[in-house]
């Protein structure tokens, strides 16, 4: 069943960055390509070259390396791709995701505040006066 940590994709697609980058995010997870959201095993074609495709695809579009292996699932190929917690926060194309329960989030709004004010906090005694102008 998918969780929190755990999905699983019937083919590789865009979507599956979402997710990826989700799970970057948030607790890490396990995404399982050749799998029906039911949890019936379809496989993969190609596995070698789809492989090569994911783990370029995802060092390009959100800069980690996570691990993609190939699997036997009784019987039949899939891709298991395993995804580790960052240290910093993931973008894929400027836009924040999370993983909430089974679903993947686009982070907005006042969470998405946060997100930066705990990268890189700004405080006012880091302001360097020159460039402070009051008014009153």
């Known amino acids: ?18 997710t990826i980058c989700a799970f ?10 050749g799998v029906k959201d039911n949890g019936d095993v379809v496989g993969v074609r190609d596995p ?10 995802i060092k390009n579009k959100i800069g980690i390396m996570p691990s993609v292996k190939i699997v036997d699932k009784g019987g039949k190929v899939c891709i298991t791709i395993t995804v580790k917690r960052e240290d910093r ?3 894929m194309d400027g836009i924040f ?22 990268e890189a906090p ?5 302001m ?3 460039n402070v102008k009051i008014e009153r």
Do not use: F, P
Request: aromatic share 8%.
């Open 89 to 91: 926060r993931i973008d």
């Open 97 to 118: 995701y999370k993983r909430s329960g089974s679903t993947t989030h686009r982070v907005t709004g006042e969470e998405l505040k946060s997100w930066i004010m705990e």
């Open 48 to 57: 070698q070259k789809l492989l090569k495709v994911i783990s370029d695809t």
């Open 1 to 18: 069943m998918e969780s929190q940590t755990k999905e699983w994709k019937e083919s590789w697609d865009k979507e599956c960055l979402k």
């Open 24 to 33: 970057a995010n948030t607790d890490g997870g396990v995404m399982t390509i």
């Open 128 to 130: 360097h006066a020159k």
């Open 122 to 126: 700004l405080y006012w005694t880091d």
